[in-house]
């Protein structure tokens, strides 16, 4: 028992003895910091050896600080990536929408030199006209017609002639309120006289049908009509006004023993383009009862 008491106060000193050794250089190494720090401060002693110290820790900061700067540079570049996509679709999304209005530029700039046209083409008309827009289309090629935007209401009537600024383009067979069908010149019902330009004969232009031209009928093999011929409206019937284009003759065959020749027209009209095109009432539409009636036989003119 008396040893054990004696060893054990012997290790109690000793942790006393270290106990108050590490306390007292806490204390030191304190008071030691606090005098350089205000010495620093007040005099500025350490600079030169903060300055090489910083040197020498340099290369430590630079380590401990590569994980979040490496960190910000991938978030950055994340970002970046992100704006440049975004932007990108921004991008596409602008381009697409100045070519579409683009496009609608181009059609409108079309529609106004077709207009142009028209309004410059019927200086040369006779009579009252009136711009129509095209609607439909049908596809027939046998019988093709096309719809307009314009009707009774407007004065449209059937036979009423239609044309586009290069051309005649067929003429009115059916008449609604707000709309008018109308018969273009390539179909096989269409018949339109003609006169050549170049030495003035005169024949019928009929639609070709499937071959979207037309052909001149009952001309004899004999007449002098050469490709390359133009030919305009001859006014005879009083439905189309005299001297407006119908086509131009594209060849011409002569056929042994046949006693007319074949003979195809180009159309002059842009039947498959023209979007606008010209209700026409010509001046001698008016005359046109009175020479029917001239015409028909004595006792049809009396009932």
Known sequence: ????????????????????????????????????????????YFHKVKSA???????VQELVSWPAKSFHWVDSRVK???????????????????QVKTQKIIALENENAQLRALLSSSTHLDGKVLVAQLLAVNVNPLDPQ????????RGAYIGQPVFDATGVMGQV?????????????????????????????????????????????????TVDIKPGDK?????????FPIGYPVGVVQSVKHIVGERFARIEVIPSAHLNSSRQVLLVWPEQSKLAKQVRAMLAPPHEAHT
């Open 80 to 98: 970046s990536r992100h704006a440049l996509l975004d932007q990108n679709n921004a991008l596409k999304q602008q381009l697409l929408l100045l």
């Open 53 to 59: 110290l910083s040197v020498v820790v340099l290369p």
């Open 1 to 44: 028992m008396a040893i054990s008491f004696l060893g054990s106060r012997k290790i109690n000193k000793q942790l006393f003895a270290k106990g108050s050794f590490l306390g007292a250089r806490f204390f030191f190494f304190l008071l030691l910091s606090l005098v350089v720090m205000i010495s620093d401060y007040r005099f500025h």
């Open 146 to 153: 096309i719809v307009l935007d314009k009707g009774r209401g």
């Open 231 to 239: 030919l305009v409206t001859s006014g005879l019937g009083l439905r």
């Open 173 to 221: 067979v059916e008449v609604g309120p707000y709309t008018s069908r109308v018969l273009l010149a390539t179909s096989n019902r269409s018949a339109i006289p003609v006169q050549d330009v170049r030495n003035n004969v005169r024949a019928i232009a009929v639609g070709a049908g499937y071959t979207g031209d037309m052909q001149l009928v009952h001309v004899p093999d």
